[in-house]
């Protein structure tokens, strides 16, 4: 019932949006006489109300992404042992979490990261971050860097107040653009396992 409330209300909002345009393009051409002046008044509002969001787009999918640390990175590799392997998957055999406090073979632990970044609305950005590491070395062993553009849409601001479990959350903020990545989990499951591989036969750790 909700939902249906707020796509009504989206509904009646894109109604209002073309109604403007309209009604501003007639205005402007009868006070002007000129297609032109007509035409560049509706660029004007399209610009005004959606030109925040596509340049957040264009400068997360063409600065912050093409950054030598976005993607996955494999630092180094740890042998694991057949009892540690999935030879049906072809994959290590990993705990659901490896936690700083009980790290994985009293070892390796990941760290997870999510910063914002930029002003909002035009640059505005969420840095998404996974690693594993070797608890003894210190050392990275595998990385995964992700952006997520958080600008754009000013005119919806308002939206985001209900927060991003409601369902108008929600709409807000899955009407951005997408990430470096289509699917961003892939990411961060090729940075946990590829820092580990299966130690081949007969070679001890």
């Known amino acids: 019932m909700i939902g249906l409330l707020f796509l009504t209300i989206g509904a009646l909002l894109l109604v209002a949006y073309v109604w403007l345009l309209r009604t501003t393009f007639r205005y402007v051409k009868r006070r002007t006489r000129s297609n032109v002046y007509a035409s560049v008044s509706i660029l004007g509002i399209l610009l005004l109300t959606v030109g925040d969001t596509l340049f957040n787009r264009w400068y997360v999918s063409n600065v912050l992404c093409m950054r030598e640390d976005v993607g996955v990175k494999i630092y180094e590799t740890v042998k694991l042992p057949a009892e540690l392997w999935d030879e049906r998957n072809n994959q290590p055999r990993l705990?659901?979490?490896m936690e700083r406090d009980n790290p994985f073979l009293?070892?390796?632990?990941?760290?997870?990261l999510d910063q914002s970044g930029g002003f909002w609305p035009l640059?505005?950005?969420s840095r998404i971050e996974l690693?594993?590491?070797?608890?003894?070395?210190?050392?990275a062993l595998s990385r995964f860097v992700n952006f997520v553009p958080e600008g754009g849409t000013w005119w919806?601001?308002?939206?985001s107040l209900f927060g991003g479990?409601?369902?108008v959350g929600w709409l807000f903020r899955h009407g951005r653009s997408t990430s470096c990545f289509k699917h961003q989990s892939d990411g961060l499951v090729k940075a946990r396992l590829g820092a580990f591989e299966k130690q081949p036969k007969g070679q001890t750790p």
Do not use: Q
């Open 165 to 167: 479990t409601t369902m």
């Open 131 to 139: 690693s594993i590491f070797d608890n003894r070395t210190g050392k």
């Open 123 to 125: 640059t505005a950005h």
């Open 106 to 112: 009293g070892r390796y632990f990941e760290v997870a």
């Open 95 to 97: 705990p659901v979490s």
């Open 156 to 159: 919806a601001f308002p939206l």
